[in-house]
């Protein structure tokens, strides 16, 4: 992976294509107990029938997981094959990317971001920050879940199984909390956790500060 300069509108398409063509293999992978203990965690945070809304949502796995805890689940995926498998679960799910969340101001009390902002290029970041923000209530908890590292890159990586390879964003620890309080978001709670794949996942809740 090296440097770039890269737009977030240049790297949506190669994404749908990709996540399309693997949707079938990703829907039968089995989630890793560390990230089934994150998921967890944000879930004991939210109120008895929080409505949320996953973005990036790819197969449902995790939207149907709070809707049978209860939540009140709207995705939202990028990729229309993906959207189809979280229907397909009983999940109400839309095609939409990040910058085109098409729902009224303040609609959640709760947004889910599970490995997919590592796909937004950092020129584009803020303003996607800035979206999700606004579909957020004041209050309301944003989970941000994503790979990273001791050094800031942007690019494809070389073992990418996925055609064509997908982009990627790593950010430090560091670059991705300046980034939530650039955005004007509270921080609820960071931590790195290893994930024993030689990546180090970053744990981020944030809260949108109350009015």
């Not at 689940?73 to 939409?96: N, T």
Request: some cysteine; hydrophobic content about 40%; aromatic content about 10%.
């Amino acid at each position: 992976m090296t440097g770039m300069t890269v737009r977030y509108d240049e790297v949506l398409d190669p994404l749908r294509q990709a996540y399309d063509t693997r949707a079938a293999w990703r829907d039968g992978l089995t989630r890793e107990p560390w990230k089934l203990t994150e998921r967890q965690a944000f879930h004991d945070r939210l109120a008895p029938g929080a409505r949320l809304l996953e973005i990036g949502a790819g197969t449902g796995q995790d939207s149907a997981y709070f809707q049978q805890e209860g939540c009140a689940v709207v995705a939202a995926d990028l990729s229309p094959v993906m959207v189809e498998r979280c229907r397909a679960k009983g999940v109400e799910a839309h095609v939409m990317d990040f910058l085109h969340l098409s729902f009224p101001a303040g609609s959640f009390d709760a947004v889910f971001a599970m490995n997919c902002l590592l796909h937004v290029p950092n020129h584009d970041l803020p303003a996607v920050l800035a979206a999700i923000r606004a579909v957020l209530r004041p209050g309301g908890l944003f989970f941000v879940g994503v790979y990273g590292g001791d050094e800031s890159a942007e690019g494809p990586i070389d073992d990418d199984q996925h055609v064509p390879p997908r982009f990627f964003s790593w950010r430090t620890d560091e670059q991705l909390l300046g980034f939530a309080v650039a955005a004007r978001f509270d921080v609820v709670d960071f931590h790195p956790v290893d994930t024993g794949r030689g990546y180090r996942f970053q744990s981020l809740t944030l809260r949108h500060p109350p009015s």
